[in-house]
Every structure is written in C-alpha cells, then in structure tokens.
C-alpha cells in the first residue's frame, strides 16, 4: 500500500503535536511541514532582529518533532526549553535557537541550517520555512485599530474586547518554492491546532500559498483541537468562528474538522487555569455544512495526546 503525503500547515507547539501524531504511523504517511516565519517575540524576535535572520523557534519545534531516534520530550527539554540566565547577552535564549542562528550565519544559508538540525536528530520527514523573507503579521481589531508584529498580537495589551477583524504579512512575501511543492503534491493538508492567526493563519498568507492549496488535489483537515489562551489573540472562542475564520484564508473549503470533545475533570481543569487555557465551545449546529469528528484526545494531565490524535487519523486518513 503506498503512503499517502501528509503536510502539516502551522508554527509553535501545534505542529510538533501533529508531526508527533502522525509520526506513529510512518507505515502510512510521508509526512512534511511548512512552518510560519512571523514570529517576533522573545529568543526568536531578538536574533531575528540581530542577525537579520528567520525566527528559529518555531521551526526548531517541528524538525525536533520529527525524530523517529530519539524522544521528542527528551529533545524539547534539551533544545527548547532550557532559557539561559547570568550569562549576558545569552539570557533567554535557547539551545535550539542559537543552533539554527549561529549554523545559519556560519554557512550564510539558513536552509542548511535547518537541515544539519535535521540530521542530528535524524529527522523522518522534510520540514520547510513558508518563507525566505522576513515579514511581520499586522492585524486589524474590530475598531479599525492596527496591531503590528506576532508579539503584540499574540501578547496584546489592548482591551480583550475587540478582536481581530483580518490579519496580513507586511512588507508582503513569496512563498518558498519547496513549501510550494510540498502542499501541491500532497494528498492531506493538515492544519494545525494553536493560536489561529499567530500560527496557523501566518503561516497562509504568503503569496503562492493560496494556489499551492487551490491547485493541490489534498484533503484539508483542520485539527482544532479544544482551547484557546484566555491571555493570548483576541479571535473566536467557538468552533464555529474558529471554522469560518480560517476558512476566510484558504481557497475551497475544509474538508474535515477534528474537534477534542474531552470532558474535563478537576485535574485537567487546575491545569487549563494555571495555562490559561480556555475550552473552546462546541458548536456543530453553526457548521450544518462541515463534517466534523469529534472525538477524546486529551491527555490525562491535560494537553492534547498526540498519542490519541494518531489513532484518530489513522481512522480518518
């Protein structure tokens, strides 16, 4: 039986997730990704601005998640999640970021970068930038205020109330052609769960993308997931908003919807208030016109179960 091409549309923790998912079907799938390159804040915003380079955070996340060898727990905490203090200029990166910047900077190419990453941890499938330009994400809010760069969307300050009416790339970019190919010839587009303009939607706005989509014969399925941070961008908080949203972005219509209809107990509950984590309302009846799956991939802690999520693609893939 040939596998069936799968790639994972996203940035940040969502992708790693779905990479992750589909990673325990490798009889299955050929996975790849195409990650957003609009991140501007924190470790990543800062060498992106020193070194006139692309954010590596996000990207990093998702070449990590590809490893069949070795644990992606294992690598996140070695890689990601350690942020360096007392050491000057150093603090607050990571080890991951300072990879990719410094490999990128020595051999004036971040492509090769990305790959000498790929093969220290023995990645299984390709992961490509959405773009080799630097760009920033600007939103609009419902009362015509703009909000410009990912960090002051994705962290705002202003008053929750008003959210994003649209969101666009400035100075405006050109999809990477690899990226191009990868959606053309795949027979699943898979969108990722996490912040949906920060995220998933940065990660549609280059131009190409559209008609990468728009040409390509794959299946789209959007795995929603179940939350949204009550502190993070200023977007729907039911499914339906997070449907027709999306569906705005992207030239022909969402195939399918995974939905985590998990019922939290007080454990995971505690966990979404310390994350901050809202539960995104179940709303199938606004969305007569999708298929949507809903079904438990929640971890027992809390958090999505890439685990779980595996299982359930297998079934719908």
């Given at each position: 039986m040939s596998k069936k091409r799968v790639v994972v549309l996203g940035g940040g923790n969502g992708s790693a997730i779905s990479i992750e998912a589909l990673k325990y079907n490798l009889k299955h799938f050929d996975i790849s990704a195409v990650i957003s390159m609009s991140d501007s804040g924190g470790s990543s915003g800062r060498l992106r601005r020193e070194f006139k380079t692309l954010p590596p955070g996000d990207i990093m996340r998702a070449i990590l998640a590809m490893s069949q060898k070795y644990d992606y727990h294992m690598l996140r905490d070695i890689f990601y999640k350690p942020r360096f203090a007392n050491v000057g200029r150093l603090n607050g990166h990571?080890?991951?970021?300072?990879?990719?910047?410094?490999?990128g900077q020595y051999s004036n190419n971040f492509l090769y970068a990305l790959e000498a990453l790929s093969q220290t941890i023995k990645a299984v499938g390709k992961v490509y930038p959405v773009t080799l330009k630097p760009s920033d994400l600007v939103a609009q809010l419902s009362n015509g205020l703009v909000i410009r760069t990912e960090s002051f969307i994705d962290v705002p300050s202003y008053n929750r109330g008003l959210k994003i009416k649209k969101v666009w790339l400035?100075?405006?970019?050109?999809?990477?052609?690899?990226?191009?190919?990868?959606?053309?010839?795949?027979?699943?587009?898979?969108?990722?769960?996490g912040s949906l303009y920060t995220s998933l939607i940065a990660t549609l706005?280059?131009?190409?993308?559209?008609?990468?989509?728009?040409?390509?014969?794959?299946?789209?399925?959007?795995?929603?997931?179940?939350?949204?941070?009550?502190d993070g961008e200023t977007g729907p908080e039911d499914l339906s908003g997070f449907v027709s949203q999306l569906q705005l972005y992207l030239p022909r219509k969402i195939d399918l919807v995974v939905y985590n209809n998990n019922k939290l107990n007080s454990?995971?509950?505690?966990?979404?208030?310390?994350?901050?984590?809202?539960?995104?309302?179940?709303?199938?009846?606004?969305?007569?016109?999708?298929?949507?799956?809903?079904?438990?991939?929640?971890r027992t802690p809390g958090g999505l179960d890439?685990?779980?999520?595996?299982?359930?693609?297998?079934?719908?893939?």
């Open positions: 990571n080890v991951g970021n300072f990879f990719l910047t410094m490999c400035k100075p405006k970019c050109r999809v990477f052609d690899q990226a191009a190919k990868a959606i053309n010839r795949a027979d699943v587009i898979l969108l990722s769960p706005l280059p131009n190409g993308v559209r008609s990468a989509i728009a040409k390509s014969k794959a299946k789209i399925v959007y795995v929603v997931g179940n939350a949204f941070r009550t454990t995971q509950k505690k966990k979404y208030r310390i994350k901050r984590w809202g539960t995104i309302k179940f709303d199938p009846k606004n969305l007569p016109d999708y298929k949507i799956v809903a079904a438990n991939f929640e890439p685990k779980k999520l595996g299982v359930i693609l297998k079934k719908i893939l």
